[in-house]
């Protein structure tokens, strides 16, 4: 799992209940772009050229954890829980989230409606990532 703006909600969330030791391997929280280059394969080329999260770059992390964790699926999400603003991969609300499987990424871009509420907007973040992988495993989800 790699998370950015939920801040290991996502991991508490799939924690919390027991035995998760069964299907839980770990995560990361990638907060800063340093964070990425020490731990998701980001080179300092990803970093000048980094414009703000996009579904594409949370698939990539996604996928870069399953690999190195050898897991089934990867949840990754970015995005601004506020305050923010500027452009509109950074208005606040906005994630950007990644199910890495099997078969390939599953991508959605939310906007949660909570504007510059920043703990309503990390748990719908999170909300979202652990709707996004409930779609996966249910066969609902589009690539």
């Given amino acids: ?16 209940v027991p035995g998760a030791s069964a299907y839980y391997k770990g995560g990361l ?8 280059l020490a731990f998701a394969d980001w080179t300092s080329e990803h970093i000048a050229n ?6 594409a770059i949370v698939a990539g992390l996604a996928e870069s954890t399953r ?7 990867a ?11 500027g452009k509109a991969s950074r208005k606040p ?14 991508t959605r871009e939310i ?8 703990e309503k907007n990390m748990v719908g973040f999170a909300e979202e990532g652990l709707k996004l992988l409930r ?6 989800a589009k690539l």
Avoid: N
């Fill in 1 to 16: 799992m790699v998370y950015q703006a939920a801040g290991g909600i996502i991991s508490a969330s799939l924690l919390s």
């Fill in 29 to 36: 929280t990638l907060y800063t772009l340093e964070s990425r």
């Fill in 50 to 55: 980094y414009k703000g999260p996009t579904t």
């Fill in 67 to 73: 690999t190195k964790l050898k897991s089934t699926y």
């Fill in 75 to 85: 949840i990754s999400e970015s995005g601004t829980a506020g305050p923010g603003g």
């Fill in 93 to 106: 609300g906005v994630v950007f989230i990644a199910v890495a499987a099997p078969g390939g990424s599953y």
């Fill in 111 to 118: 906007d949660t409606g909570y504007g510059e509420d920043r």
């Fill in 135 to 140: 779609d996966v495993l249910k066969g609902d």
